[in-house]
């Protein structure tokens, strides 16, 4: 399995842009989680997703920030308008299920909004 | 407010002793914590977990030591390399939810 796949690798953009994120978890996985990791607060977790359905946003930091999962191969991570704070690396983990407590994660975006 | 706490940035050890990776928590709820090794330009990959209903676990040269009463764990490998240069997260999770709360992560440089 090629794991989880995660593009760009890197993204840079203006203030004001939207930005979208993307991600394609392990096949056969039910369970989605996309983190955000800085210097300041390490890996935070956004949001995360079983059976496509989100289960808890409640780290998703404002409503500039929208993430969707319309099928069980594919996710998106939207931010508009992005703003230089949101400069991060973004990551996207998917595990077999809830109950399965190992999360495989992607090789993660890079995004510098300037 | 930060329930997973890495208090050490940093950590140099000599290749072939022992290193020490420390980790506290706040949340009496938590009842499964995890390792994750983190090597840059990749994502983090799983090393070694355990159970609140356990105190020790051990996989080859790395072994996990809970303390509930403390609120604390640590990541012992032995011995040493310098390909366990990287930086180690502790995770913890529980209370009815399957969130990790990630700690801010230590950078470990194994010297040769």
């Known amino acids: 399995d090629a794991g989880v796949i995660q593009s760009p690798r890197h993204e840079v953009t203006e203030m004001g842009q939207e930005v979208t994120l993307r991600c394609k978890p392990i096949s056969g996985h039910n369970s989605l989680f996309w983190y955000r990791q800085t210097m300041m607060r390490g890996l935070e977790l956004l949001i995360y997703f079983n059976n496509n359905v989100p289960i808890d946003d409640s780290g998703m930091p404002e409503d500039r920030f929208s993430a969707k999962m319309p099928n069980a191969s594919f996710s998106t991570l939207k931010i508009q308008p992005s703003e230089p704070r949101d400069s991060a690396v973004y990551f996207c983990a998917s595990s077999a299920g809830l109950s399965s407590y190992e999360q495989y994660f992607g090789p993660g975006t890079r995004l510098t909004v300037t | 407010d930060q329930q997973v706490k890495q208090n050490s940035p940093s950590l140099s050890v000599q290749e072939g002793r022992i290193s020490i990776l420390n980790c506290d928590y706040t949340n009496s709820m938590f009842d499964y914590f995890l390792w994750y090794k983190k090597y840059p330009a990749e994502g983090p990959t799983f090393l070694i977990s355990i159970s609140s209903i356990k105190d020790k676990n051990e996989d080859g040269r790395f072994t996990v030591f809970l303390n509930k009463s403390a609120k604390h764990l640590s990541l012992h490998i032995v011995p040493s390399q310098p390909g366990d240069s990287a930086v180690y997260f502790c995770?913890?999770?529980?209370?009815?939810?399957?969130?990790?709360?990630f700690g801010t992560g230590t950078r470990l440089k194994v010297l040769a």
């Open positions: 995770a913890a999770s529980g209370g009815g939810t399957y969130k990790y709360i």
